[in-house]
């Protein structure tokens, strides 16, 4: 992807899953009970991806008609797939 995305013009965007890195949605309590665990599902990092890419495509010059392929190994590769089953109007493999 490193190498074949210049040639394309593409833009590479890796999106963290929630409730990993700095992306912890109610800070220190993110893992205290299972009231806040309910949004780290797989089905919510769907979600999270799709504003994303609507995201970048409504503010970033030239993005609106872009074409948009989700990637991914092991479980980011289970995610890609399931997006393209879940919003196959956002991306197109």
């Given at each position: 992807m490193w190498d074949i995305a210049p040639q394309f013009n593409a833009m590479l965007?890796?999106?963290e899953h929630r409730y990993y890195g700095k992306s912890m949605p109610f800070g220190a309590d993110s893992y205290k009970?299972?009231?806040v665990l309910n949004f780290l599902t797989s089905e919510q990092a769907?979600?999270?991806f799709?504003?994303?890419i609507n995201f970048i495509k409504?503010?970033?010059p030239g993005a609106a008609?872009?074409?948009v392929v989700a990637f991914g190994g092991?479980?980011?590769g289970m995610l890609s797939a399931w997006f393209?089953?879940?919003y196959p109007n956002i991306v197109v493999g």
């Open positions: 965007v890796f999106a009970n299972k009231t769907l979600a999270d799709a504003e994303i409504s503010t970033v008609g872009s074409r092991s479980y980011g393209r089953i879940k």
